[in-house]
């Protein structure tokens, strides 16, 4: 077997693709996003899933401040803007929402900025947080789940978005 560094191996762990967004959807200056690799469903029941995100993040800040946060699974359609604003550029210095021109949907149980076509959208509130090396580990039970697109979900390995190859029906 040939031996590989761990920071490259890291890198060939499928990981899901994911916008997180927070903050008030209609305030311009208090909402944003950032694109998520880091991320799993971490309990049955209740249903948790955790983010892992450094603490110098605007959505950090955001989700601190509203205790909540919007899960988007990215499709073809929105892998641009995964790559090249959620995940390059920070909400201190823009508005992605508008430099994008997506009119954020208010979230129905957290206050949120929802992306409507996203395939697949999960409502979180915090429940913890956790200190883990350069990241903050953060803890959220899923309130709410809705479906914005039939288009399939992608996954990032290796530094790039993939296609995933779905069980037929
Ligand atoms: C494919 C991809 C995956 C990313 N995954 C994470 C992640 O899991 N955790 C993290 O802290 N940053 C991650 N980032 C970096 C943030 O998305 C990026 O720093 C973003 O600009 C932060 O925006 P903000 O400061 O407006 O919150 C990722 C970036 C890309 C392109």
Same mark, same amino acid.
């Given at each position: ?56 993040? !605007?959505? !950090?800040?955001?989700?601190? /401040? !509203?205790?909540?946060?919007? &899960? ?28 994008? =021109? ?14 409507? &076509? ?10 913890? /947080?956790?200190?883990? =090396? ?11 789940? !809705? ?15 993939? %296609?995933? %190859?779905?069980?037929? %029906?």
């Amino acid at each position: 077997m040939k031996s590989i560094d761990v920071f490259s191996a890291l890198d060939l762990v499928p990981q899901p693709l994911l916008i997180v967004t927070a903050g008030d959807p209609s305030n311009p200056r208090r909402r944003g996003g950032m694109t998520v690799a880091w991320a799993s469903r971490v309990s049955w029941n209740p249903p948790l899933f955790a983010i892992s995100i450094g603490s110098s993040k !605007y959505t !950090y800040q955001l989700i601190k /401040e !509203y205790g909540a946060f919007a &899960v988007h699974t990215v499709s073809r359609k929105l892998v641009d803007a995964a790559m090249n604003v959620f995940g390059s550029l920070s909400g201190r210095d823009v508005d992605k929402f508008k430099l994008l =021109g997506v009119e954020p949907v208010k979230a129905r149980r957290v206050t949120a900025p929802i992306i409507p &076509v996203a395939p697949l959208i999960m409502e979180c509130r915090v429940v913890s /947080e956790h200190a883990v =090396g350069d990241h903050a580990l953060i803890v959220a039970k899923v309130l709410e789940a !809705y479906q914005g697109s039939e288009d399939k979900p992608l996954a990032f390995l290796h530094a790039n978005a993939v %296609e995933i %190859e779905l069980p037929s %029906e």
